[in-house]
């Protein structure tokens, strides 16, 4: 089946550190989205993509839409302590807009104050 | 205000038993999704409800049978649980046509099959 993968898997920086972490797929899709998972919550959308090519900026995070539709990249800049947590990219499998989504494994992230 | 609230937050049961868990959401959306995260993190779509009719239902086992009374809940059960249902459940809910995608989760509940 359509799979996304999401490198790295985890990261443990230090505060003020700028992060990256990517998404990429054999498949070619028409939005990217990103999600962040705070410890004992729900995932919560960041950054939502729509176009190939696209760079969209929320804050401290920059994410974009790979030119192929076949990737996307989150950064975040300056990292605090609150940016721990678990991004998930995801992805819309179908043309419909009924919301069916498929998440990457999740790039752990832990920031050392 | 909670916007998606799913109750328990906690269940611990034996192998074997029957159990619900409840979803309700107050932000007038008509569709409404449950997931499962494994133990490694991976989410994973299992049902998705459009105005109280079933849309989506992935490969997943009969013995989860999901019931929307109206389209504010969404309720999940489990009959018979297994080992192998020790994960944790979200229920998530948007608006079909939003162009923004936003799916908003609730908290989700922590199942554990002993």
């Known amino acids: 089946g359509q799979q996304l993968n999401q490198s790295p898997q985890s990261m443990f920086i230090q505060e003020g550190e700028d992060v990256s972490m990517n998404c990429t797929s054999s498949s070619i899709f028409n939005t990217w989205l990103w999600y962040k998972q705070d410890p004992g919550e729900g995932p919560v959308l960041l950054i939502a993509l729509y176009k190939a090519g696209e760079l969209t900026s929320n804050g401290r995070l920059t994410a974009q839409f790979g030119i192929t539709r076949k990737d996307s990249f989150l950064n975040i800049s300056a990292s605090i302590p609150s940016d721990v947590g678990i991004y998930f990219c995801a992805t819309r499998r179908g043309s419909s807009n009924t919301g069916k989504l498929i998440f990457g494994q999740g790039t752990t992230l832990q920031v050392k104050p | 205000d909670t916007a998606v609230s799913q109750t328990p937050k906690y269940l611990v049961t034996q192998m074997g038993n029957d159990k619900s868990i409840k979803c309700e959401q107050n932000l007038g959306h008509d569709t409404m999704y449950w997931y499962k995260q494994d133990s490694k993190k991976f989410l994973k779509i299992m049902f998705s409800?459009?105005?109280?009719?079933?849309?989506i239902n992935e490969t997943v086992p009969n013995r989860f049978s999901p019931k929307s009374p109206d389209k504010a809940h969404l309720n999940l059960h489990i009959n018979s649980l297994e080992l192998g249902d020790s994960a944790v459940y979200f229920c998530?809910?948007?608006?079909?046509?939003?162009?923004?995608?936003?799916?908003?989760f609730g908290p989700g509940t922590r199942l554990l099959v002993l």
């Open positions: 409800y459009n105005n109280k009719e079933l849309i």
């Open positions: 998530a809910s948007n608006r079909q046509g939003d162009p923004q995608e936003t799916q908003y």
